[in-house]
């Protein structure tokens, strides 16, 4: 008999389920990444909408035109000033792009509050694909603005404001489905690569929006707008959200292959010293999906961790999405560069924190705490971001170099709180299994820290004006916030380490 060839022996070699695992990793992935696609443009327009007045934009701009009107038949904006598009041409320009990023995260988090408590009612493959072709209509709604030449405020104010809300199906929604489909194992490096989506997203948004800005800015939503809404027909074709949706076969041996029923191990760990126990009050009874319970927000709020961890991740997520959407700005006026130039070296901020989510979940799997691995990055952050505010002024390079280790610093806390922490805490024993109460306790943690990310870039519109210096001492004093809070959790994990080696 002939030897198998080494691709189908490669193939063979995985049984269905890994497989399956496998494709749910990967569309998950996709599908959140096109979310944070879909964000980042309005970050990268923010150059092309408010112009520094010279005359050599002028040329610039008329040759902008004349592209525009080649590729497209609509007619050319009227009343663009020399100084960029009205209303944001104005002195006040910062505020009024403060004023849309608010709208954005503002509703985004009111939104996420509720959206963990309806996600875990309805399946999750209608919830996730409605979610995403509304986002992709809200997203290119915001381009039609230069399409259309519409130069209301306000237009602009309610396409982020819906898209916020629609937006928050994403999150609640792929990290339940990917806690039902993976077990242990390393969950801290499985779910630090996992979540690198949010960079991917990041940078690709960022890519595709900044091809478009200077010539179109409009197609630096449409765009955007277009792929999250295809990424949503694929969820509706192929998403399954349970192993049983498809007979995997679940014994009692290898069940914890085929959920994401974990313990927190240390922070949460059952012991006189170290743990804390929840009676089953805890779990509020109410039918869910698949015949288990749906937890009640008080009663989410009651596991060990979850205010603590959710108060952090206020600040830690403030930082974050102050870079997200400030970053190409402070970019052009420090550097000098155009819109397009700007928006693609804003990328190795969102590379950087690829390495930071991956390397912050592998520490925590190693160390096997969540807490004190949080605190360590958190605690070098904050004089990372006063030497990027420094070296920044210095040239190219350094730039390029501080905006790698920052994002790494920034990113990793992020991230390890919104996928491990997050599932860790969701998978209390507690909770008896109940894999619904993750997206609850999910959109809890995640929804607190999007109040910080809407205040961080309303700040930051406000703080600008007097100098970006100040700015990062806000981003400085964030960092020391979210390290504050965690201070308990860390001294938790060092006790029980101290106890445990006695």
């Known amino acids: 008999m002939a030897r198998l060839p080494p691709g189908i022996h490669f193939i063979t070699s995985f049984s269905r389920d890994q497989w399956y695992r496998a494709f749910i990793f990967s569309l998950t992935f996709l599908l959140y990444a096109s979310f944070h ?33 080649q590729i497209q038949p609509v007619k050319n904006p009227s009343n663009v000033s020399q100084c960029g598009w009205e209303p944001f041409d104005k002195n006040n320009y910062k505020q009024l792009l403060g004023a849309l990023d608010y709208s954005f995260l503002c509703a985004y988090a009111i939104g996420m509050y509720l959206s963990g408590i309806i996600g875990e009612r309805l399946p999750i493959r209608y919830y996730l694909t409605v979610g995403m072709l509304a986002s992709g209509l809200f997203t290119a709604m915001f381009g039609f603005g230069y399409f259309y030449n519409i130069h209301n405020l306000w237009f602009y104010i309610m396409a982020q404001i819906a898209n916020g809300l629609v937006q928050t199906t994403g999150w609640p929604s792929v990290v339940t489905c990917i806690g039902n489909w993976f077990g242990k194992g390393r969950r801290g490096l499985i779910m630090g690569i996992w979540n690198s989506h949010t960079s991917v997203g990041n940078i690709l948004g960022s890519l595709i929006a900044a091809y478009w800005v200077s010539t179109c800015w409009g197609l630096s939503f449409v765009m955007p707008g277009v792929i999250i809404a295809v990424m949503g027909i694929v969820c509706f074709l192929f998403l399954i959200e349970h192993p049983k949706d498809i007979s995997c ?41 698949h015949g288990t319970s749906a937890i009640s927000f008080l009663g989410a709020l009651r596991i060990p961790g979850v205010i603590e961890f959710s108060l952090c991740l206020l600040f830690a997520k403030l930082v974050s999405y102050t870079f997200l959407f400030w970053l190409p700005l402070y970019i052009t006026n420090v550097e000098h560069l155009d819109a397009k130039r700007a928006g693609d070296l804003s990328t190795l901020f969102d590379v950087g924190g690829i390495f930071g989510g991956i390397l912050a979940g592998l520490i925590s799997d190693r160390l096997e705490k969540r807490a004190s691995t949080c605190g360590m990055m958190l605690l070098l952050a904050a004089p990372t971001l006063y030497m990027f505010s420094a070296v920044s002024k210095m040239g190219l390079e350094a730039t390029v170099v501080m905006l790698l280790i920052s994002g790494a ?35 809890i943690i995640d929804g607190t820290g999007s109040v910080g990310a809407a205040l961080g870039p309303l700040l930051a519109g406000l703080i600008s004006p007097s100098g970006w210096n100040n700015v990062f001492y806000m981003l400085m004093v964030a960092d020391a916030c979210a390290l504050l809070f965690l201070l308990r959790l860390i001294q938790k994990e060092l006790r029980c380490n101290a106890d445990h080696t006695l």
Request: glycine letters at 6%; one cysteine or more.
């Open 409 to 443: 610093l920034v990113n990793g806390p992020y991230a390890l709180i919104t996928t491990a922490v997050s599932a860790d805490l969701g998978t209390h024993k507690s909770l008896k299994g109940n894999a619904r109460a993750l997206s609850t306790v999910t959109a």
């Open 249 to 289: 076969s679940c014994t009692p041996s290898s069940v914890s292959e085929c959920f994401f029923y974990f313990e927190m191990q240390h922070l949460l760990i059952e012991s006189e010293n170290c743990g804390v126990s929840l009676n089953s009050s805890t779990v509020v009874t109410g039918e869910g999906r």
């Open 37 to 69: 696609l879909s964000r980042k443009p309005i970050s990268i327009v923010k150059g092309e909408l408010h112009k520094h007045c010279a005359a050599s934009h002028e040329v610039e701009l008329n040759s902008n035109k004349e592209y525009a009107a």
